[in-house]
């Protein structure tokens, strides 16, 4: 497999797609938040004094995938198409946080659906933080992605929850 982002000094630069054609790209990642039962049912009520936890993570997400180029060094700038982000209760202590993003471009989305998940999670902690503060962030992963010349992906994943 030949490595592309190394150019020929052996030094990271960014990837040239302009040769490439562009078409439809989507990408679902997923993560974990483990907490104590009473910090989700705090979550779940309301009851998290700096405010709706779920509500403002979901746009985190939103924002981190959409600007993913400036935080990861060799990213493209993309159009994005879409960018959502579900939240689903494993147990009464692991939130499920799955971020889907779609473009129509030369380069995928992998790296903007894995940040929005990051920042998603990250948001929960901060929000938690008083009320706990051993919250743990875990399971970060790629779950599938579509479009592009490598083609479509898919993990085989074992759930931990």
């Known amino acids: 497999m030949e490595l592309t982002h190394f150019n020929d000094e052996g030094r990271a630069r960014m990837v040239d797609v302009s040769e490439k054609a562009p078409t439809m790209r989507r990408a679902l990642a997923r993560g974990e938040v483990r907490m ?9 009520t309301g009851g998290v004094p700096k405010g ?10 939103i924002m981190a995938a959409k600007r993913t180029w400036e935080l990861i ?4 700038p993309l159009q994005l198409t879409g960018a959502d ?15 889907e993003v779609r473009c129509k471009g030369e380069t995928g989305v992998e790296m903007e659906a894995l ?32 479009g592009g010349k490598s083609g479509d992906y898919h993990r085989k994943e074992a759930r931990h929850g």
């Open 85 to 99: 982000l579900r939240f689903c209760w494993l147990s009464d202590r692991v939130l499920e946080i799955t971020a």
């Open 52 to 61: 709706d936890v779920l509500a403002v993570a979901q746009v985190a997400g």
């Open 115 to 146: 940040t929005a998940v990051s920042a998603a999670a990250l948001t929960v902690y901060d929000m938690c933080k008083a009320l706990q503060k051993d919250l743990c962030i875990t399971e970060i992963a790629l779950v599938e992605k579509t």
């Open 73 to 76: 060094p060799m990213c493209h």
């Open 36 to 44: 104590a039962p009473a910090t989700a049912e705090a979550i779940r």
